[in-house]
């Protein structure tokens, strides 16, 4: 166990809180996450992606599922909407 785990002021749980130990996603997305998402909220995110995953039968290879599932975590995460659609 590590005594000097890393934490980040997160946004979500808005508190200090254990920080992810790499960015879940490629490029600025995952940059944002490292820097203002904790584990915990994490976690609790990738939960409820797998519900709307199930509970909407979403293919996850398909872009507007991708784009929806970018939406929600946007939503989920950081509390703002996203309609971006041009945006892959």
């Given at each position: 166990m590590n005594d000097q785990?890393?934490?980040v002021q997160c946004v979500k749980?808005?508190?200090?809180?254990?920080?992810l130990a790499?960015?879940?996603l490629?490029?600025?997305m995952g940059q944002r996450l490292m820097q203002q998402i904790s584990q915990p909220a994490w976690d609790a995110?990738?939960?409820?992606q797998t519900k709307w995953?199930?509970?909407l039968r979403l293919n996850p290879?398909?872009?507007k599922a991708q784009q929806l599932l970018h939406d929600k975590m946007c939503e989920f995460l950081f509390d703002e909407?996203?309609?971006d659609s041009n945006e892959t």
């Open positions: 785990q890393l934490m749980l808005k508190r200090k809180a254990p920080a790499y960015p879940p490629p490029g600025a995110w990738m939960q409820m995953i199930n509970e290879t398909d872009p909407m996203h309609s």
